[in-house]
């Protein structure tokens, strides 16, 4: 059976891509949290209010990681940084999951086996 033209091939790519795509919003979500706290931006503004309340439940798990570094109320936010590559190293993590559910004929897996005992 060709692995392109198998039937668990077409959900594996639309789960990689909604992988892909929410992986997309948390980094610039999270990009956002860590550009307006480093510039000072005031909390009370409305769209800064929505970024720290949207980011708040990614970021929280890393709040007591590293401290901040601040400087005249702009604050360098390492836990941020520590969070958008975690997310990321997840996803990648997640894709390669899925990819392993890939349907593979017996010559591909063969060569991939030898490539494998060969490192």
């Known amino acids: ?6 039937p668990s091939t077409k959900p594996l790519y639309r789960g990689t891509q909604i ?11 999270l990009a956002f949290r860590f550009a307006l706290k480093l510039l000072g931006a005031n ?3 409305g769209f800064t209010s929505l970024i720290y309340g949207v980011t708040h439940v ?18 360098f ?3 941020t940084l520590l969070a958008m590559l975690v997310y990321a190293v997840l ?8 990819l ?13 086996l030898n490539d494998q005992e060969s490192n």
């Open 100 to 112: 392993m559910g890939k349907t593979v004929s017996t010559p591909e897996a063969a060569v991939k």
């Open 19 to 29: 992988v892909w795509y929410v992986l997309g919003f948390i980094e610039v979500t």
């Open 1 to 6: 059976m060709d692995s392109f033209n198998s």
């Open 58 to 75: 990614f970021a929280s798990p890393f709040i007591n990681v590293f401290g901040m570094t601040q400087v005249a109320g702009n604050v």
């Open 43 to 45: 909390p009370e503004a």
């Open 77 to 79: 936010e390492w836990t």
């Open 91 to 98: 996803a990648w993590g997640i894709v390669r999951l899925f």
